[in-house]
């Protein structure tokens, strides 16, 4: 069965760089893109963008372009998202999900970035 | 850029009563549009895709379709853990979702 598990909680201030993770089971992303999926407080889904694991190839929404990078390790089945400099309105959960649509979805990762 | 609107923002339903809800593309997306269902404290969960086909393990009480710019689900005779919120989203070229439409209890 498919899984895919994320990283845990991380607590952050402003202006840190952080990487958080993504990995399915075995086998699990060939042939799929991995797309990441933020949720702040109360709101809705906002699709960021999406990671072809197979040739690291990336789609970025708009919205999130330039904001945060996607990349993947296609040996070990992982997915990554990362920030450079955090800010306080990047506080969100964060989910990764596989396909196209999304049929896979990880647990979620609660980022909290506050001073 | 495909923007994705679902109205209503807010339906209230009784136990076992059916209830429709609506998604429009703002250009047509063919038919490539799925249905999620979020529980509250859960991660989304796919319930329809390519517009109109069940995904694993969904009931048959959940049923979308459209095709181009509009698109409905209908959930007949509601249960308890059908009180959520449900998402539109276009996998045309981007992955964008909907607002939401959220589901509650009359």
């Known amino acids: 069965d498919v899984q895919l598990v994320q990283s845990g909680a991380e607590v952050k201030k402003p202006g840190e760089s952080l990487k958080i993770s993504c990995q399915g089971s075995?086998?699990?992303?060939?042939?799929?893109?991995v797309g990441w999926v933020r949720q702040l407080p109360g709101k809705g889904l906002e699709w960021m963008g999406v990671?072809?694991?197979?040739?690291?190839?990336?789609i970025y929404s708009p919205s999130f372009q330039g904001q945060v990078t996607l990349s993947a390790d296609k040996s070990t089945n992982t997915a990554y998202l990362q920030w450079s400099r955090l800010k306080a309105s990047d506080s969100a959960m964060y989910y990764c999900a596989r396909g196209r649509p999304f049929d896979y979805w990880g647990q979620g990762t609660l980022v909290t970035v506050s001073s | 850029e495909i923007v994705m609107t679902q109205s209503p923002a807010t339906v209230s339903v009784s136990l076992g009563e059916g209830v429709t809800l609506s998604c429009r593309a703002s250009?047509?997306?063919?038919?490539?549009l799925a249905w999620y269902q979020q529980r509250p404290g859960q991660a989304p969960r796919l319930l329809i895709f390519d517009a109109s086909t069940r995904a694993t393990g969904i009931p048959a009480r959940f049923s979308g379709s459209g095709s181009g710019t509009d698109f409905t689900l209908t959930i007949s005779s509601l249960q308890s853990e059908d009180f959520a919120v449900y998402y539109c989203q276009h996998y045309l070229n981007l992955w964008t979702f909907g607002p939401g439409t959220r589901v509650e209890i009359k």
């Open positions: 075995e086998n699990s992303f060939r042939g799929h893109w």
């Open positions: 990671v072809y694991p197979d040739d690291s190839d990336t």
């Open positions: 250009q047509s997306v063919r038919s490539d």
